[in-house]
């Protein structure tokens, strides 16, 4: 089954997230999705092109996506998507009013990432170095959780991205923004022993630069790392799949709760918005109010009443 044309003007603003702001193969995929929806909607209501809509179009593509039962999150990702577009259209041909500006998405709960306690977190980071691959596997968990990154941010890494002298990683983060992290002396370590027995062929240019190989010598993929987590994880026993945003919601987790500041952790993590990192302050009283309830003379009821 061949993929749905799109009208002119959203292959032109797909060209232009792909060549101008560099968006992941996975993201152009997402707002391609979108606006076939939204072109879809244009067909089966006979409204013509996507440039013709107003708001009142808008409102009731949201109300059908909402009535075939897509979650809010997707809904909201999908006006995103068109925003975007008419925004990009506005500025092209100079539209004076984006119709999808003040269209909401229908809220969604806000559900608080899943993190590990610090306990926890040794007891994941116990690694059996007893070969070339454990040494990998131990560096990557190391690394997710001492400097917060991203999966895809961790699969590019490469091996000249690290400022040994001064402890600091550049990383290539959303929006191939670039920003620079610290990284703690034990995934330092952890890394330095992997590069004692990382192989030096290489399959192609790209893998011989990077930090983190398969055993095949190309550079590791978004799977491997993720299936190799959850392996790590069974072996240590955990009760849970561990997976790269876990260890980097531990991250944010512990470092608000260590040190309280916020922008700062939210410089570390590459967060345009500070209200992102806030999801983690709702973790931090969360922990706040079980120390409370279980110490407070007057936060439980006594028995006796």
């Known amino acids: 089954m061949t993929a749905p044309e799109l009208d002119s003007s959203a292959v032109r603003f797909l060209d232009y997230l792909r060549d101008v702001?560099?968006?992941?193969?996975?993201?152009?995929?997402?707002?391609?999705?979108?606006?076939?929806?939204?072109?879809?909607?244009?067909?089966?209501?006979?409204?013509?092109?996507p440039e013709g809509l107003v708001e009142a179009d808008i409102r009731q593509w949201v109300s059908q996506m909402h009535r075939r039962g897509l979650a809010g999150s997707s809904i909201q990702r999908s006006l995103s998507a068109v925003r975007s577009l008419f925004n990009f259209l506005g500025r092209e041909q100079g539209r004076p009013r984006n119709p999808a500006a003040s269209v909401q998405a229908p809220r969604k709960p806000r559900k608080l990432p899943r993190t590990l306690d610090a306990d926890q977190v040794d007891k994941f980071l116990h690694f059996e170095e007893d070969s070339a691959i454990a040494?990998?596997?131990?560096?990557?968990?190391?690394?997710?959780?001492?400097?917060?990154?991203?999966?895809?941010?961790?699969?590019?890494?490469?091996?000249?991205?690290?400022?040994?002298?001064?402890?600091?990683?550049?990383?290539?983060?959303?929006?191939?923004?670039?920003?620079?992290?610290?990284?703690?002396?034990?995934?330092?370590?952890?890394?330095?022993r992997w590069l004692q027995v990382r192989p030096h062929t290489r399959a192609d240019e790209d893998s011989a630069r990077a930090l983190f190989t398969s055993s095949r010598g190309e550079r590791i993929s978004v799977r491997n790392i993720q299936a190799r987590l959850k392996l790590q994880g069974r072996r240590s026993g955990m009760h849970q799949d561990v997976h790269p945003h876990m260890l980097r919601h531990s991250f944010a987790s512990h470092m608000l709760e260590s040190s309280g500041d916020l922008r700062a952790v939210q410089e570390l993590l590459g967060h345009a918005n500070i209200s992102t990192t806030q999801i983690y302050t709702h973790l931090d009283f969360q922990h706040l109010a079980k120390v409370y309830d279980a110490a407070h003379p007057r936060a439980k009821r006594r028995k006796d009443r």
């Open 21 to 49: 702001r560099q968006l992941s193969p996975h993201t152009l995929s997402n707002y391609r999705r979108d606006l076939v929806s939204l072109q879809d909607f244009c067909r089966q209501h006979d409204k013509g092109d």
């Open 135 to 192: 040494r990998r596997d131990r560096a990557m968990a190391e690394l997710f959780y001492s400097s917060g990154l991203r999966l895809a941010e961790l699969v590019a890494v490469n091996v000249g991205d690290i400022d040994r002298q001064s402890r600091l990683l550049t990383v290539t983060g959303k929006g191939n923004k670039t920003r620079t992290v610290p990284v703690g002396t034990i995934a330092l370590a952890a890394i330095d």
